[in-house]
C-alpha cells in the first residue's frame, strides 16, 4: 500500500475508530455486573446481554439505509453520524437510570455501528484504491487489536480502583474528538466510483444493478464467516471444562493472538504473493471446519488450545473484510450500499446463530457442546462452498476476457 499524504489525517482518524470499535465490541461484557447495578437490576446481568443485544437489531434496521446515505450523502457525512453515535453509546451506557434507557441506548449504538461501517471502510478503498483488501483487512487488525488490549487495560483500571464510567468517559470523549476530525480532514470523493468498471461484466447493465450468483454468495460469506468464530468465542469456554480445562479462558487470548497474526500474513500474501481473496475465502474455511473436527474427534485440552489458534487464524483473520472488498469491486458505483448487505447478513449471524446455539444448549445439556461443534463444522463447510463459487466465477470471468482479446 503506497502512502498517500493526503488522506494520512483522515487514515490515522479511520483506523483508531477501528481500535475503539474493537473495544466497545466487548466493553460491556467485562463490566457486566457494575452496568447491572447502574441500571437498578442488581446481579441480574441477563439485563446487561438483553441490551447487547439491542445493538445487532439497531445495527440490522440501519443497515437497510445507511449505505445509501453513505453513496448519496457522502463518506464524511456518515463518518461523522457515526462518531457522534457513539458518544450517545459511551455516555448512555455508562449514566443510563435504568434497563429500558440503556436498551435505547442499545439501538443507538447499532445506528452508529452501521454508519460508521457504510463510511469508514468505503473510505479507506477510495483513498487507497490500488490496496482495496489490504487496507479492509487492516480494519481487521485495528478491531482484533483493541479487543486483545482491553482485558488488559481492565486489569491495570481494577488494580488501581478506578471506577468502570472513567473507560467509558474515556471513549466518548475520543469518539467526539474524532467526531471534529472528520469535519476538518480530507475524504475521498465517493462519486469518482462512479467512473469505476466494475470487477464483474455485467454486474451494472445499463446503468441497472444486476445481482448476480458471486454477490449472493459474497453476501451470504458475511454471515458464514461471523458465524464461524462467533460460534467458537461464546462456546469454548463450556466445550474446554467439559474436556478439563481449569481456565478455559485461556483459550480466547490463544484465540486473539491468532487472529492478530492472521490479518498481517493474509494481507501480506494477498499484497505480495498473488494469492487471490477468493482463494482465502475457500481454504480457509476448510481448514477451519478441519480443526473443529479435530475437537470433536479428540477429546484433549491440548487440541483445545490447537483448535482456538486454527479458528483464531482462519475463521477470525478477515474472512468479511474480503468479501467486502470483492462486493465493492463488483458494484463500485455504490459501494456501501453493496457492501451494506453483507453487514445486514452479518447483523443476522450476530443474532441468529447465538439464538441456534442456545436452544441446542437448553435442549441437550451436556451434550450440547460437542453438537454445537457440528453445527459449527457445518457453518465451514457451507462457507467454503461460497468461496468455491466465487472462485468458480472468476476463473469463467479470466477465460471470458481472453476469449474477448483474440
Same mark, same amino acid.
Given at each position: 500500500m503506497k502512502p498517500n499524504k493526503n488522506y494520512l489525517s483522515t487514515t490515522i482518524? =479511520?483506523? @483508531?475508530?477501528?481500535?475503539?470499535?474493537?473495544?466497545?465490541?466487548?466493553?460491556?461484557?467485562?463490566?457486566?455486573?457494575?452496568?447491572?447495578? /447502574?441500571?437498578?437490576?442488581?446481579?441480574?446481568?441477563?439485563?446487561?446481554?438483553?441490551?447487547?443485544? /439491542?445493538? %445487532?437489531?439497531?445495527?440490522?434496521? /440501519?443497515? @437497510?439505509? *445507511? %449505505?445509501? =446515505?453513505?453513496?448519496?450523502?457522502? +463518506? #464524511? *457525512?456518515?463518518?461523522? =453520524?457515526?462518531?457522534? %453515535?457513539?458518544v450517545i453509546f459511551a455516555f448512555g451506557t455508562a449514566y443510563a437510570p435504568n434497563a429500558v434507557f440503556a436498551y435505547i441506548i442499545g439501538i443507538i449504538t447499532g445506528i452508529a455501528m452501521s454508519f460508521s461501517n457504510s463510511a469508514l471502510t468505503p473510505a479507506m478503498m477510495e483513498a487507497y484504491p490500488d490496496s482495496r483488501s489490504l487496507v479492509t483487512l487492516l480494519t481487521k487488525f485495528f478491531v482484533s487489536f483493541g479487543q486483545f488490549i482491553l482485558p488488559f487495560i481492565i486489569i491495570f483500571l481494577s488494580a488501581e480502583k478506578v471506577p468502570f464510567t472513567y473507560v467509558f468517559n474515556f471513549i466518548g470523549i475520543a469518539y467526539l474528538i474524532?467526531?471534529?476530525?472528520?469535519?476538518?480532514?480530507?475524504?475521498?470523493?465517493? #462519486?469518482?466510483? !462512479?467512473?469505476?468498471?466494475?470487477? *464483474?461484466? %455485467?454486474?451494472? +447493465?445499463?446503468? !441497472?444493478?444486476?445481482?448476480? @450468483?458471486?454477490?449472493?454468495?459474497?453476501c451470504l460469506i458475511g454471515f458464514t464467516s461471523t458465524a464461524v468464530f462467533m460460534l467458537w468465542t461464546q462456546t469454548n469456554q463450556e466445550l474446554g471444562k467439559a474436556y478439563g480445562l481449569t481456565n478455559p479462558a485461556l483459550l480466547q487470548s490463544v484465540y486473539a493472538v491468532c487472529s492478530l497474526i492472521s490479518v498481517l500474513l493474509t494481507s501480506f500474501i494477498i499484497k505480495n504473493k498473488g494469492i487471490k481473496e477468493s482463494t482465502i475465502l475457500t481454504i480457509y474455511p476448510v481448514i477451519s471446519a478441519l480443526a473443529l473436527v479435530l475437537a470433536y474427534l479428540i477429546n484433549s485440552p491440548i487440541v483445545l488450545f490447537i483448535v482456538s489458534g486454527f479458528i483464531g487464524f482462519f475463521a477470525a483473520g478477515g474472512l468479511l473484510q474480503l468479501a467486502i472488498s470483492l462486493m465493492a469491486g463488483l458494484y463500485p458505483q455504490a459501494k456501501a450500499t453493496a457492501t451494506s448487505t453483507l453487514f445486514i447478513a452479518n447483523g443476522i449471524s450476530n443474532w441468529g446463530v447465538i439464538q441456534v446455539a442456545a436452544i441446542i444448549t437448553s435442549s441437550f445439556g451436556t451434550a450440547a457442546p460437542r453438537l454445537i461443534l457440528i453445527f459449527n463444522i457445518l457453518l465451514c463447510i457451507f462457507g467454503a462452498i461460497l468461496?468455491?463459487?466465487?472462485?468458480? !466465477?472468476? =476463473?469463467k470471468q479470466a477465460i471470458n476476457e481472453k476469449l474477448a482479446l483474440k
Open positions: 482518524a =479511520i483506523y @483508531l475508530s477501528f481500535l475503539l470499535l474493537g473495544i466497545n465490541m466487548s466493553i460491556s461484557a467485562q463490566y457486566k455486573t457494575e452496568l447491572a447495578h /447502574a441500571w437498578g437490576a442488581g446481579n441480574n446481568i441477563s439485563v446487561v446481554l438483553t441490551v447487547s443485544s /439491542a445493538v %445487532g437489531i439497531g445495527s440490522l434496521i /440501519a443497515s @437497510l439505509f *445507511t %449505505g445509501i =446515505i453513505s453513496d448519496k450523502f457522502g +463518506r #464524511r *457525512t456518515s463518518a461523522i =453520524i457515526g462518531s457522534f %453515535g457513539w474524532i467526531g471534529i476530525i472528520c469535519f476538518l480532514v480530507p475524504f475521498p470523493d465517493s #462519486r469518482i466510483s !462512479n467512473q469505476e468498471k466494475p470487477v *464483474t461484466k %455485467g454486474a451494472v +447493465r445499463n446503468g !441497472n444493478v444486476k445481482i448476480s @450468483l458471486e454477490a449472493v454468495a459474497l468461496g468455491l463459487i466465487v472462485k468458480q !466465477n472468476e =476463473i
